[in-house]
């Protein structure tokens, strides 16, 4: 792909404001060498305004998400998109969230332009388990974990049971969830079926990978051994 092009695609602005820039110099080699319109330089050798630039397309970002954040482009408030670099909006192809988070919902989010990387870790067939930290209104009764992993647990206004799902109770009213497919409000409804309410959730885990000492609020770009942790077969 032309040079001008893979920036353009990057959001750094579009092919005509991209060719300015390399002209003006602050896309650099990795040296701060000036380069022109067709140079042949990897991705991670150029630098803009001195500094790496933002990661290509196969690549798979974590992002530790705060509460009162949610994952769509159109909501009023505070998206998930405010906390990643404004340009991503602009990228071809775009940058999308590996599941989704509800406003109420904490911890590890995962965003990729990889669509077939992106189906594969959302797909039942994979079973990617998802680790959820739960805390209740109410303490829980002792029926949950055999109900939650029996199979057949039907959700209203469904007409497939659930996959069986793993419950470890850590306290009177905590527990782990870790979950095999990725319904709409998953935990919540199940926990609302059993008479209870979920007052606080976080995803802790995805596959082997789990948000490390990433502050709330933050993102990374994963290595190529984290990003063989979310997938394991």
């Known amino acids: 792909m032309k040079l001008v092009k893979h920036l353009a695609n ?6 005509k404001e991209v060719a ?7 896309f650099t080699d990795e040296a701060g060498h000036e380069i022109d319109e067709d140079a042949d330089i990897a991705h991670g050798a150029l630098r803009f305004d001195g500094e790496r630039l933002d990661p290509d397309a196969s690549a ?16 009023p ?10 340009r991503w909006r602009f990228r071809k192809p775009p940058v999308s ?44 009764e002792g029926h949950e974990k055999d109900l939650f992993a029996a199979g057949t647990m039907m959700l209203e206004s ?9 419950l470890e109770v850590t306290g009177e009213k905590t527990a782990r969830l870790t979950l095999h497919e990725g319904r709409y409000h ?22 082997l990978l789990t948000l490390g000492d990433l502050p709330e609020g933050e993102w990374r770009e994963l290595t190529a051994e984290e990003i063989g942790r979310v997938i394991l077969a």
């Open 10 to 15: 990057l959001g750094y602005g579009s092919r």
């Open 20 to 26: 300015a820039m390399i002209r003006n110099g602050r």
């Open 60 to 75: 798979v970002v974590m992002m530790h998400k705060p509460l009162g954040v949610t994952c769509s482009t159109k909501d």
């Open 77 to 86: 408030g505070r998206i998930v998109y405010d906390i990643l670099p404004m």
């Open 97 to 140: 969230p590996i599941g989704r988070l509800d406003r109420d919902t904490s911890g590890l989010l995962l965003f990729t332009a990889d669509g077939a990387f992106l189906h594969r870790v959302i797909s039942p067939k994979s079973n990617v388990p998802k680790v959820y930290e739960v805390t209740l209104a109410r303490p829980l």
């Open 158 to 166: 469904e007409t497939k049971p659930l996959l069986p799902a793993e």
């Open 186 to 207: 998953q935990v919540r409804r199940m926990f609302a079926a059993t008479g209870n309410h979920v007052e606080a959730l976080h995803r802790a885990q995805i596959g």
